[in-house]
């Protein structure tokens, strides 16, 4: 039964999945199942922002006056950013430069550092450029906030999914606490509502649902009701 199922996936016309919403909604869980069940490539848009971030940080191009622009302008070609599956957890890790960077791209201090840099248009460019490029063969699901309206505006499956920002919050701090990092649940709140306010009011590609997503709003569906939902939906999107 297993081998008919993973042939009907290998002859299925192969689509493109996006999948944008507001932080922490829960997006890069239901992409990374949805990829692995029906056996595309899952990427994580953010990771590659975040990736940007992390060699701001490291590089000294953060001053308190706000971003070295100049100098990250000159230094996006050394920037190179890929990903990689863990073999043992088959979920995709971040690298920057040739180093696994999974786990210090989610700190606190890359998530409240990382809005300014995603606002730059020229980071922006050469991430959406490097992201249309993993995506050229089809068969992806990428998560992010321009992926259905800029990256690949002709998918032929869009999602936008939202939830409150406090369930956002909660479920970040769990997460955070799950890994043993220090996490305080007001401050999570607050990084959560300026996120989904610098998100949603840049002048470039500002987070919005294209006129072809679906809506989903998750605030009350577990992680089962979801995956239900949004295996129909793929269903019905590779059908179509
Ligand atoms: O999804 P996330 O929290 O890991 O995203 C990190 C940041 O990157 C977030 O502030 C929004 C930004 N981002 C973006 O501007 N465009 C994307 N396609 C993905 C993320």
């Given at each position: 039964m297993k081998k008919i199922i993973i042939y009907f996936i290998i002859n299925m016309k192969k689509i493109t999945i996006a999948i944008d919403g507001y932080s922490s909604c829960g997006k890069s869980t239901m992409a990374k199942d949805l990829a692995r069940e029906v056996g595309y490539i899952y990427i994580d848009s953010g990771a590659m922002y975040r990736a940007v971030t992390l060699y701001c940080l490291e590089n000294g191009l953060f001053t308190p006056e706000g971003i070295h622009v100049a100098q990250l302008e000159e230094a996006m070609s050394n920037i190179q950013i890929s990903f990689q599956l863990n073999?043992?957890?088959q979920r995709p890790m971040t690298f920057l430069n040739g180093k696994n960077v999974e786990d210090s791209i989610r700190t606190m201090e890359v998530s409240s550092h990382v809005s300014p840099v995603a606002a730059l248009p020229f980071v922006r460019e050469a991430m959406v450029k490097l992201q249309q490029e993993m995506g050229k063969a089809k068969g992806i699901v990428m998560d992010g906030?321009?992926?259905?309206?800029?990256?690949?505006?002709?998918?032929?499956l869009k999602i936008f999914v939202v939830a409150s920002a406090e369930i956002r919050a909660q479920r970040r701090y769990d997460e955070l606490k799950a890994k043993g990092q220090e996490a305080s649940f007001e401050e999570i709140l607050a990084n959560v509502k300026e996120r989904d306010h610098i998100d949603q009011n840049?002048?470039?590609?500002?987070l919005r649902q294209a006129e072809d997503a679906l809506l989903l709003d998750?605030?009350?569906?577990?992680i089962e009701q979801q995956k239900e939902w949004l295996a129909a939906e793929f269903q019905k999107a590779i059908h179509g």
């Open positions: 073999p043992d957890t906030r321009d992926i259905g309206t800029v990256v690949f505006p002709d998918a032929e840049r002048a470039i590609s500002p998750n605030s009350h569906l577990t």
